[in-house]
Antibody, heavy 119, light 110 residues
């Protein structure tokens, strides 16, 4: 079955760029015509959709984060990635990658990775 | 402030039924399918309901979803202590061209 796994630094300094990668296993990232999304949950808060990418590179971003977010895809590596620039403490959260089965139906999730923004 | 509005918390006794509401607008719930997610402590969210009322394979029929206009409701019957979790509604917002979630509802099984 399809599985997702996030990877990347757990600690990022303020003003720097947060970079995470999601590796898809069990099937090709290019099959099925799905979008691939990033979602986060800050401590004590709810889920926040960050953005998504399609296999042709088309993206949609959360308007509140759009100026700082870039999502890319590498079909040869079966991975998609998140870059969030100019981070602050408010970006401290558990970050999840997820398969968007259809119009924000997230049917498969990674286990999540904690990212802390601190000097 | 979330685009979709959920009650912060609900509670009920084991064996009882509970409902969790999620309200939005015509740009999101009113014209798009809604999903519900269960997040147990320390784990990733899990898809409970999709397309407003459908259950993925493996989700018991104690969980149900319904939609009316710009609101949706998640129902859980035969409550178990293992149902204690945070529950989120989510959908697409056509005006924002973005995914949106409710603020989440913490379910306590007393």
């Amino acid at each position: 079955q399809v599985q997702l796994q996030e990877s990347g630094p757990g600690l990022v300094k303020p003003s720097q760029t947060l970079s995470l990668t999601c590796t898809v296993s069990g099937n090709s990232i290019s099959s099925g015509g799905h979008y691939w999304s990033w979602i986060r949950r800050p401590a004590g808060e709810g889920l926040e959709w960050i953005g998504r990418i399609y296999i042709n590179g088309n993206t949609n971003y959360n308007p509140s984060l759009k100026s700082r977010v870039t999502i890319s895809i590498d079909t040869s590596m079966n991975q998609f990635s998140l870059k969030l620039s100019s981070v602050t403490a408010a970006d401290t959260a558990v970050y999840y990658c997820a398969r968007d089965y259809r119009w924000t139906t997230f049917d498969i999730w990674g286990q999540g990775t904690m990212v802390t923004v601190s000097p | 402030q979330s685009v979709l509005t959920q009650p912060p918390s609900v509670s009920a006794a084991p064996g009882q039924k509970v409902t969790i509401s999620c309200s939005g607008s015509s740009s999101n719930i009113g014209n798009n399918y809604v999903s519900w997610y269960q997040q147990l402590p320390g784990t990733a969210p899990k898809l409970l309901i999709y397309d407003n009322s459908k259950r993925p394979s493996g989700i018991p029929d104690r969980f149900s979803g319904s939609k009316s206009g710009t609101s949706v409701t998640l129902g859980i019957t035969g409550l178990q202590t293992g149902d204690e979790a945070d529950y989120y509604c989510g959908t697409w917002d056509s005006s924002l061209s973005a995914g949106v979630f409710g603020g989440g509802t913490k379910l306590t099984v007393l």
